[in-house]
Nanobody, 126 residues
Framework: QVTLVESGGGLVQAGGSLRLSCAAS????????MGWFRQAPGKEREFVAT????????YYADAVKGRFTISRDNAKNTVDLQMDSLKPEDTAVYYC???????????????????WGQGTQVTVSS
């Protein structure tokens, strides 16, 4: 059974930083993709960042590029999301997602991912 567990959410002031971590069990994602989506109140879930970890390539939404950094710890089988220069519009529930066999064109698509965490709340105050 594949399980993804997020941690690291919380409340931070605008301009601050948070680091999210996603721990995976039940599957090694070195040959797959593992990343982050988010859902703000009243909005659809949207892509944030992901990595295709067989190649090490990473991908970001335009809204977070230059502020967020995704990284992977192969030994721990975790994926982290370092979030800097946070803005109130980054407030959302952040979900870890993972899948195997994703092609590059599908990496930003929610439905391409088979496994999801329970989500962690990130709140950025102005």
């Amino acid at each position: 059974q594949v399980t993804l567990v997020e941690s690291g959410g919380g409340l931070v002031q605008a301009g601050g930083s948070l680091r999210l971590s996603c721990a995976a069990s039940g599957m090694n994602f070195r040959r797959g993709a593992m990343g982050w989506f988010r859902q703000a109140p009243g909005k659809e879930r949207e892509f944030v960042a992901t990595g295709k970890w067989s190649s090490g390539h990473t991908y970001y939404a335009d809204a977070v590029k230059g502020r967020f950094t995704i990284s992977r710890d192969n030994a721990k089988n975790t994926v982290d999301l370092q979030m800097d220069s946070l803005k109130p519009e980054d407030t959302a529930v952040y979900y870890c997602a993972a899948g195997m066999g994703l092609i590059t064109s599908s990496l930003r698509i929610e439905t391409a991912y088979s496994y999801w965490g329970q989500g962690t709340q990130v709140t950025v105050s102005s």
